[in-house]
Nanobody
Framework: VQLQASGGGLVQAGGSLRLSCAAP???????????LGWYRQAPGKQRELVAA???????NYADFVKGRFTISRDNSQKKVYLRMNTLEPEDTAVYYC???????WGQGTQVTVSS
């Protein structure tokens, strides 16, 4: 099962973006109970967890995005979102969404932050 991320783009430092992730039909009937996460992979670096949200909407963030990024979910739309504010050049990466525990990786979305 692969979740597909979208919404990336080129933005100046200090700007904002909202990423979206849609669940495939294969898991729409079980989307609500799933824990979900946003991950990112910068060039030459390992993929890392950025933010996570449980079925109860408990959220957890990596220290490097706390206070800047917000993860949310819409179970009726079977989507998970990542609102990114005050973007920094260090946030440049391909962003992915996935279930927790991890499933197959889907297509990510490129976020590029210019200084």
């Amino acid at each position: 099962v692969q979740l597909q991320a979208s919404g990336g783009g080129l933005v100046q430092a200090g700007g904002s973006l909202r990423l979206s992730c849609a669940a495939p039909r294969a898991i729409t009937s079980v989307f609500g109970p799933l824990s979900l996460g946003w991950y990112r992979q910068a060039p030459g670096k390992q993929r890392e967890l950025v933010a996570a949200i449980t079925s109860a909407r408990t959220t957890n963030y990596a220290d490097f995005v706390k206070g800047r990024f917000t993860i949310s979910r819409d179970n009726s739309q079977k989507k998970v979102y990542l609102r990114m504010n005050t973007l920094e050049p260090e946030d440049t990466a391909v962003y992915y969404c996935n279930t927790i525990p991890l499933g197959q990786w889907g297509q990510g979305t490129q976020v590029t932050v210019s200084s």
